[in-house]
Every structure is written in structure tokens, then in C-alpha cells.
């Protein structure tokens, strides 16, 4: 399956600051980058997703930046809120199966 | 995006015995996967849960453990045979149209074995 690293591990920023996540992957099959939010108890939802003849997407306060080349992926979060305190998991999905490997999360705190 | 009802939500279960997890989705989906996330780390895949036919596991999961049914579209279970403490864990099913999309998942089922 894929490999897909994830960095960093835990992240705290000032309410209003922006964060960003950082992935890698190494099949270079892979084609589609989604990225979950899990609240603490709660299942993981989809907050946005990136395919790989995109280079870039934007919803709102959050973006999501992919260089296949050197096979990397972001997001970014900008004017962070105390509400988007949660773990961001990105994931990255290989066909013709489809199923998505998920990267080891990162824990985002964003201080009021 | 489908919805996922999973059950149950939790249980204490005896080493030796087994769990079956129940996901049931909202409309059919094409798409149907079983994870385990430990508290506080990630998602690891076990199976690709196929509508008619035997699941496809990933390395280091095997079906005499983690038998899967997926007798149709939009309904899948994972047994968990044979528990140890090891197998104590979050275990979550996800579902979706396939394709370049993302998928929606189950409440999950967190799981001791004592």
C-alpha cells in the first residue's frame, strides 16, 4: 500500500494565525488527497480534497496545495479559531481500489 | 454524502471470543472499507470490504481474524475472531461512491478485550 507522511505531529498557534500540515506520499499512482478533521471521540469528516491534476484548492479559511512532482501535499488554515482545534489526518488514495491511506495525523491547539 | 449508522458502539469483550461490528449505509455505495485506529494515532486500513465476493486485506490483517460479509451495497460486517488484548481498539467502517471522492465514515465501535 501507500506510504504517507505526516508533519508535524502536534501544533499550537495563536487564535487568528494560520497552520499548516504537511504530507508526502510515494506511489506516484496516487491520485486523489483528501483530508479529514477528527474532534476527540467523534469520526473523522472530509474538510476538503485535492485531485492530482489540480494544484490547488480553496474553501473558505482552508487550502489545499499539491506538487506531484515531488509528491507533497498541504493544508493550510487560515485565521485560525478555537473550534478548529481537533487532528487533521491527510490521506492519499491509489486506483483502481480506491482506498485511501491515511498519514499519522497532526493535533492542532489553537490558543484563544 | 452517505450517512453510516455503526453498532455497537462499544463493548468489553473475554480474550477468545469474538465481535461482530455491524456498519449499515443510508443509500448503496460502491465503496466500503474497515479501519482500526488506536486512540490517539491514525487510521490503518484492514480491508476493502467487496459487495459478493471475498475482501481484499491488507498486509498484516488476515480473513481467519477479521472475516468480512458484504452480501450487498449498502450493509458490511467485520468480525474480530479469537480477541486478545491487542485487539483492543477503535474500529471504524467508511463508505463512498468510489472514484475521486471522499469517502464518509461510521461512528466507529471502540473495543476492549479483558
Known amino acids: 500500500g501507500e506510504n504517507v507522511e505526516q508533519h508535524p505531529s502536534t501544533l499550537s498557534v495563536q487564535e487568528g494565525d494560520s497552520a499548516v500540515i504537511k504530507c508526502t506520499y510515494s506511489?506516484?499512482?496516487?491520485?486523489?488527497f483528501p483530508w479529514y478533521k477528527q474532534e476527540l471521540g467523534k469520526r473523522p469528516q472530509l474538510i476538503i480534497d485535492i485531485r492530482s491534476n489540480v494544484g490547488e484548492k480553496k474553501d473558505q479559511r482552508i487550502a489545499v496545495t499539491l506538487n506531484k512532482t515531488a509528491k507533497h501535499f498541504s493544508l493550510h488554515i487560515t485565521e485560525t479559531q478555537p473550534e478548529d482545534s481537533a487532528v487533521y489526518f491527510c490521506?492519499?488514495?491509489?486506483?483502481?481500489?480506491?482506498?485511501?491511506?491515511f498519514g499519522t495525523g497532526t493535533s492542532l491547539t489553537v490558543i484563544p | 454524502s452517505a450517512v453510516i449508522s455503526q453498532k455497537p458502539s462499544r463493548d468489553i469483550c473475554q480474550r477468545g471470543t469474538s465481535l461482530t461490528i455491524q456498519c449499515q449505509v443510508d443509500s448503496q455505495v460502491t465503496m466500503m472499507f474497515w479501519y482500526r485506529q488506536q486512540p490517539g494515532q491514525s487510521l490503518t486500513l484492514i480491508a476493502t470490504?467487496?459487495?459478493?465476493?471475498?475482501?481484499?486485506?491488507e498486509s498484516g490483517f488476515v480473513i481467519d481474524k477479521f472475516p468480512i460479509s458484504r452480501p450487498n451495497l449498502t450493509f458490511s460486517t467485520l468480525t474480530v475472531s479469537n480477541m486478545s488484548p491487542e485487539d483492543s481498539s477503535i474500529y471504524l467502517c467508511s463508505g463512498g461512491a468510489g472514484g475521486l471522492v471522499g469517502y464518509t465514515f461510521g461512528s466507529g465501535t471502540r473495543l476492549t478485550v479483558v
Open positions: 470490504a467487496n459487495q459478493g465476493s471475498e475482501a481484499t486485506y
Open positions: 506511489d506516484s499512482a496516487s491520485n486523489y
Open positions: 490521506a492519499a488514495s491509489i486506483p483502481p481500489g480506491n482506498q485511501f491511506y
